[in-house]
């Protein structure tokens, strides 16, 4: 069991098995990432009711659009216990409504002491879900500070 890992969601569909259906890659996924089994029939219904893939849990993953994998993985990363959270702008595919629905979830996970590195280029994110910011220009740290001092360096650079 994976009690301290990052949760990541870089490359957020990275994991999932083409052929096998939505509802065995939530049990599959979801054990990998250190759910017992009783945890994972626990949050199931959970996960299906947040990525809103009623209709699709026979489905195999590789008939699902980007949209409904990144749905359904965000669904699945985000009901894990683990600490810390990696997100890689991932949130970018989809529709507005489920957006806003994944920042509401985000959140929540911030608001229960849980670690967010979040990775963006859109600043409105980034002022919502940061408090501290790393700045990497020529793929070297230029600059770590508040979310604030980080963009405003960025913008006056660009």
């Known amino acids: 069991r994976v009690n301290g890992g990052v949760a990541p969601l870089i490359e957020i569909t990275g994991g999932f098995v083409g052929d096998l259906t939505v509802r065995e890659n939530v049990k599959l ?80 996970m911030l608001a229960a002491g849980r670690t967010l590195f979040f990775v963006s280029h859109r600043e409105a994110d980034l002022r919502r879900f940061c408090e501290r910011g790393l700045y990497i220009r020529d793929h070297r740290l230029a600059m770590d500070a508040s979310i604030g001092e980080v963009l405003t360096t960025y913008n006056s650079d660009i």
Request: proline letters at 2%.
């Open 29 to 108: 996924t979801s054990g990998l990432h250190g759910m017992s089994k009783a945890e994972i029939a626990e949050r199931y219904d959970e996960i299906i009711d947040f990525s809103e893939l009623h209709d699709f849990q026979d489905t195999p993953y590789r008939h699902l659009s980007n949209g409904m994998k990144v749905r359904l993985a965000f669904a699945v990363v985000s009901r894990l216990d683990h600490p810390i959270l990696l997100v890689d702008e991932v949130l970018a595919v989809g529709d507005k409504a489920f957006r806003e629905k994944c920042y509401g979830r985000i959140d929540e």
